[in-house]
């Protein structure tokens, strides 16, 4: 044996010490380990501590040991702390194991003599392991300076912004044809009651002109190659059949449309628009698109009254879809949320009772710019109603549906009350389970609704009817729910019924995070890589989350998100190279027959094939050292650095004391 | 060690079958008594019952009518956000006030499933007019003269059998049915 | 030639004795064989369950056991015995304790249960097995312009089977125009009728009746169509302590689906178990005979 190991026992104060005899477990290492290397064997109350590193870095000096175990608590916590602390004796991190006596053994048992015996046998696994590890440098990666930034709500619009701010480019794709998502929908925010589109305007318009800011709406992206810091982005621009060159966003071309078509993106099926159009008048960009499904020159061949009357002459139907490939460092998803189809809640009435209305009709009604121009009217255009009931979690907190909550229907079902007492003088119900008002204002909002005379009743409302029982409730909708706090059912006749429909996670969610190689939650929300303490980063290097794609939340909460992602990139971009943890597959390209069983296996798409060679081989960027294709290769080609079949096989056998004679097995019951 | 089960898993071990979330899941939401078409008939409502379970209560909980006026239609089951088998949960109540032989005076309930399960334990089949002895000591005289003149109707119109049916596998019917619970003749 | 194991179940030998008739004559009419199951007993409908769970599922499982020997669906005319016979199936199906335990009751008698039936009730294996395509051909007199009211009841409903709609299935709306009806669209359809209520708390189930005696009224039915013999019972043997209790006049009939269908293939009325209800159905048959 050339190694020389140094063995270090952590009492974490009682934590380990309390159920493992700590000094036992040092003394038998450094006597029965000996002849595999262990020159020296401590135990320390706190080893994490700088001075049980300094412990450690003395002995390195001084004993000269090329390998080191230290028995303490999880690698997750501490791992980093001592291959540090190798690394200032100038011993190669990678030298360094450390192995759980705690989680594994003394957290877990309360019976002392067994946790002890296996204390003996985890270190006894490690030093058998240790000797086979290598010397190992983390990979370094160049990181381009571009991001790409996909989905332009207000998480998109900030994080592209702060990048873009700080010098940097930014591509930023958008699937609509303007920017600004869910939020320029919206009339009213709470808890200030701003006008939604006269705070994000000003924002899309910096997008709009920004000099580091290439704007790609009307655009997907198809397909993502390459690695952190090294992206090859394929993006699909679909066809506006405008020409942006010469369009001056005039607006003869849709109001000389003759087509109308329901608009049930931005208008959410409340108004309409025309085949050729903006989506509302503060679109970034200004250009038009038409709609090539329900146009009728693409339909019939006909008409092009658009094309007549350009003054410009902008509108080409000849033109298709170009597709474009950039190159970028770091990938930022905000590509935001899908509504509940509150129709799989039948006995809720919607489309099924004219007046039944989800948050986003509503929303359109109260806007503006809407189809009834901001008048809260019955969907015959003209009645005002005298009373209408506010339902909250529609689709959430719902073991039949969505069992998470939905964040902001709470502050958004108080806000439709405002604004209904403010437009209308009606008589406004809001039925809940609980207020939910967690951040700034939110509470103070929810007493101004109280001061404002809204009756609150607590019960989730069980159906909502037109079977009128008395003369009151002729003509009207009936809401039946238990008012829980008197204890008794209830039925309320209203004019109008506003539902708070909860978030759900856009509809392919599944299919994009694929594209982009990370992974959904079971509610198809993107997986954060920590939900505490990382929330906008993803278990993929170099792809970033920010807003409701996340996880249901309200707007500063997007945002903060989007300036974070941002942040993080901007980080990465300044320190110009990252360097990668080093522990990943290797592939021996002797031994590899060209089957192709891993590229398949492989969840980060990190295996590439040489067709010429007829070879696999491993992308160390790319690869998270999952261990997958090295237990799939028929032929054992696939290695781990850092975790190589010699290292897991040897320390099996440490653990089960095969290189010690006269185990002793003490059990007590 | 526990001396005596807390009410609610006195309950819950009752409702064998169920595949509901255990009734602490509850978020007194109100909906399976937003949607209880008997609710206005209750002393409680469903929702309470279940508050009232999870403090304790028991001897109110018993003494209610709540789970004897219960129709088992399951609709507030079917619609519980937390999953929960409320019908399921009356049911095992109503076992429960059995077995204790513990209820509300007055109601009929009790009367009824036991003169039912003897009925079948008899005879294998349901006879309409031997229940009716359950209900009818609780009528008014006017009620009972009503009841009577609907019997007739029905027996006119040859909807009322006026003699009982017997399975022809009684005996060994009978025998399946002691192995279960010792109730009935021994034959 | 489909065949069924058919379970009719107590109220169909007594208050229901017209559905029995009239589902005769209609699985006659669409080729269908329901062989009644030998020797079968009450299923005990809602009232074991309040007194022991096991109990309730041996009664049923006896039937399920008789059924599966002949190796045929077991098929229910009335919504209370198919929930019973549906759950205590699904039960014994997953739950291979609770099937040793009534197994060991069952042995007595020489049987055994094991679940391998297949639990239908009756209105789905006309829709489904028959199809609605030919039960259309054998429509002669179609039920032009009679309003139904399509009462589907609880039982049939809920708790959820097959993951079918719950809240607003349009099943028997389909069958109700299949037939020629004009089926109503009204909220109550699947509102529980009382059940067992009519008997231990009277005045409970007389209000859940009106309310549905109202709905139905309301949307200008000519009549109600049930596919449950409780059901039809409470709402219209009923109707009359309805009328006494709230001060209301309703007169509305109230026909089982199979006898509509009957009608509907122009079998005559008096097979079919109509003109012996409580509520006349004259007014019905004036609407439905109109197109002879």
């Known amino acids: 044996m050339t190694e020389r190991i140094g063995v270090y026992i952590c009492h974490c104060g009682t934590n380990i010490a309390g159920v493992v005899d700590v000094a036992n477990v040092s003394k038998w290492a450094g006597e029965k380990l000996a002849d595999q290397g262990v020159v020296i064997s401590r135990d320390y109350k706190f080893m994490c501590s700088s001075l049980g590193q300094e412990l450690i870095q003395k002995d390195i000096k001084e004993q000269n040991l090329n390998r080191v175990v230290v028995a303490a608590c999880s690698p997750h916590l501490h791992e980093k702390t001592f291959r540090n602390a190798c690394k200032g004796a100038d011993l190669n991190p990678y030298l360094c194991e450390l192995v759980s006596i705690r989680e594994q053994d003394s957290w877990v048992h309360t019976d002392k003599a067994a946790a002890t015996f296996k204390a003996k046998a985890i270190v006894s696994g490690g030093v058998s392991r240790v000797v086979h590890n290598e010397e190992l440098t983390p990979l370094k990666v160049p990181i381009h300076p571009a991001t790409l930034v996909v989905g332009g709500g207000i998480a998109g619009i900030q994080a592209a912004l702060e990048i873009a701010d700080a010098g940097f480019h930014v591509y930023l794709v958008e699937r609509e044809p303007s920017i600004g998502g869910h939020m320029a929908q919206f009339d009213k925010t709470f808890p200030t009651l701003d006008c939604s589109a006269c705070i994000l305007t000003p924002k899309m318009v910096d997008v709009g002109n920004h000099p580091n800011i290439t704007l790609l709406t009307w655009s997907e992206v198809q397909k993502v190659d390459g690695y952190v810091g090294n992206f090859a982005v394929t993006i699909k621009k679909k066809p506006r059949y405008i020409k942006i060159e010469d369009c001056t966003g005039c607006g003869i071309c849709w109001e000389k449309c003759p087509k109308k078509v329901l608009d049930t993106v931005f208008e959410a099926g409340m108004g309409n628009r025309k085949a050729v159009y903006v989506p509302f008048p503060q679109a970034v960009p200004k250009y038009p698109v038409i709609d090539d499904v329900n146009c009728t020159y693409f339909l019939k061949g006909t008409c092009k009254a658009c094309e007549k009357f350009c003054p410009t002459n902008a509108i080409d139907f000849k033109q298709e879809a170009e597709v ?231 707007i500063p909460a997007s945002v903060a998100q989007g300036a974070a992602a941002a942040a993080r990139v901007l980080g990465k971009i300044q320190q110009k190279e990252i360097a990668l943890e080093p522990v990943r597959a290797t592939i021996n390209a002797d031994q590899c027959s060209g089957c192709r069983i891993c590229n398949n296996m492989c969840p980060f798409n990190a295996i590439l094939f040489h067709e010429n060679e007829m070879v696999s081989e491993v992308n160390p960027a790319l690869c998270q050292g999952c261990g997958t294709c090295i237990a799939g290769c028929p032929a054992g080609a696939i290695s781990g650095t850092g975790f190589s079949n010699d290292q897991i096989l040897s320390q099996i056998d440490g653990l089960l004391l095969l290189n010690i004679l006269k185990a002793a097995v003490p059990v007590e019951s | 060690m526990v001396d005596e089960l807390a009410f609610n898993y006195e309950i819950t071990n009752l409702m064998y079958a169920s595949h509901g979330q255990p009734i602490t899941n509850c978020l007194q939401c109100g909906t399976c008594s937003g949607t209880c078409p008997a609710v206005e008939f209750m002393d409680h409502t469903p929702r309470q019952i279940i508050g009232m379970i999870r403090a304790d209560l028991k001897e109110e909980v018993l003494a209610s009518n709540t789970y004897w006026t219960c129709a088992s239609c399951f609709h507030c089951t079917v619609r519980c956000p937390a999953d929960i088998d409320v019908a399921d949960m009356m049911y095992a109540l109503k076992r429960y006030s059995m077995w204790k032989g513990q209820f509300q005076a007055g109601l009929i309930g009790p009367d009824f499933s036991e003169a039912f399960v003897k009925m079948i334990v008899n005879s294998g089949r349901s006879f309409e007019p031997l229940l009716a002895a359950t209900y009818l000591p609780r009528y008014s005289a006017r009620d009972i003269v009503q009841e009577g003149l609907m019997a007739t109707g029905l027996v006119l119109s040859g909807k009322m059998p006026l003699l009982p049916k017997k399975i022809k596998g009684l005996k060994k019917f009978q025998q399946m049915v002691r192995r279960i619970i010792p109730i009935g003749e021994q034959s | 030639m ?270 079919l178990g109509i003109g012996k209800q409580q509520v006349s159905s004259e007014s019905m048959l004036a609407i439905a005979q109109n197109t002879k």
């Open chain 3, 2 to 271: 489909k065949q069924y194991a058919y379970y009719p179940g107590c109220s169909l030998e007594s208050l229901g004795k017209s559905y029995h008739l009239s589902a005769m004559e209609v699985s006659k009419a669409l080729g269908v064989e329901l062989k009644e199951i030998e020797d079968w007993n009450c299923c005990g409908a809602t009232a074991y369950f309040p007194v022991d769970e096991f109990l309730a599922y041996t009664l049923t499982a006896r039937n399920l056991a008789k059924a599966e020997k002949t190796g045929l669906d077991f098929v229910a005319p009335c919504s209370a015995c198919y929930k019973n016979a549906f759950f205590t199936n699904k039960y014994i199906q997953h739950d291979a304790d609770l099937a040793d335990h009534i197994n060991y009751a069952l042995e007595v008698d020489d049987l055994h249960v094991s679940g391998t039936s297949r639990v239908r009730h009756l209105i789905d294996i006309f829709i489904n097995d028959v199809g609605l395509e030919e039960i259309k051909t054998k429509v002669t007199n179609p039920l032009k312009d009679l309003r139904v009211a399509p009462y589907y009841g609880c039982q049939i409903l809920r708790p959820r089977k097959e993951h079918e709609d719950v809240e607003n299935p349009q099943y028997f709306e389909n069958l109700l125009s299949t037939l020629g009806a004009e089926p109503v669209n009204y909220s109550s359809k699947a509102r529980c009728c009382g059940g067992s209520l009519i008997i231990t708390n009277r005045k409970a189930a007389l209000d859940m009746v009106r309310i549905l005696l109202q709905d139905a009224v309301n949307h200008d039915a000519d009549v109600i169509a049930t596919t449950c013999p409780m059901c039809n019972v409470n709402l219209e043997v009923y109707q009359a302590q309805v009328n006494r209790e709230f001060g209301t006049q309703y007169a509305i009939p109230v026909m089982y689906f199979t006898q509509l269908m009957g009608l509907s293939f122009g079998i005559v009325p008096g097979h």
């Open chain 1, 324 to 554: 474009i490939t950039v190159e970028v460092g770091n990938i930022i998803l905000a590509t935001g949320y899908d509504l509940f189809d509150a129709r799989r809640i039948p006995q809720y009435g919607y489309a099924r009772f004219a007046n039944v209305y989800t948050n986003l009709e509503f929303e359109r009604l109260c806007n503006a710019a809407g189809p009834t121009g901001g008048n809260i009217v019955l969907r015959d255009g003209k009645t005002v109603p005298k009373t209408v009931g506010i339902v909250h979690c529609v689709g959430s907190r719902d073991k039949n549906y969505n069992a998470y909550c939905s964040a902001i229907c709470c502050m958004q079902g108080l806000k439709f009350a405002h604004l209904v007492h403010e437009r209308t003088g009606a008589e406004v119900y809001n039925f809940y389970i609980d207020i939910r008002t967690p951040s700034k204002g939110y509470e103070e909002f929810y007493n101004r609704l109280l001061e404002e005379g809204t009756r609150f009743v607590r019960g989730k409302v069980a159906e909502v009817s037109d079977f009128a029982r008395v003369p009151e409730e002729e003509g009207k909708l009936v809401i039946q729910v238990e008012d829980t706090l008197i204890g008794k059912q209830r039925r309320i006749p209203v004019d109008m019924v506003i539902l708070s429909s909860g978030l759900q996670s856009r509809h392919d969610s599944k299919d994009v995070a694929k594209l982009f190689g990370i992974s959904c939650s079971a509610d198809n929300w993107f997986i954060e890589r920590h939900p505490k303490l990382d929330p906008v980063a993803t278990m993929t290097e170099g792809v970033f989350i920010a807003g409701c794609v996340q996880g249901p939340k309200d």
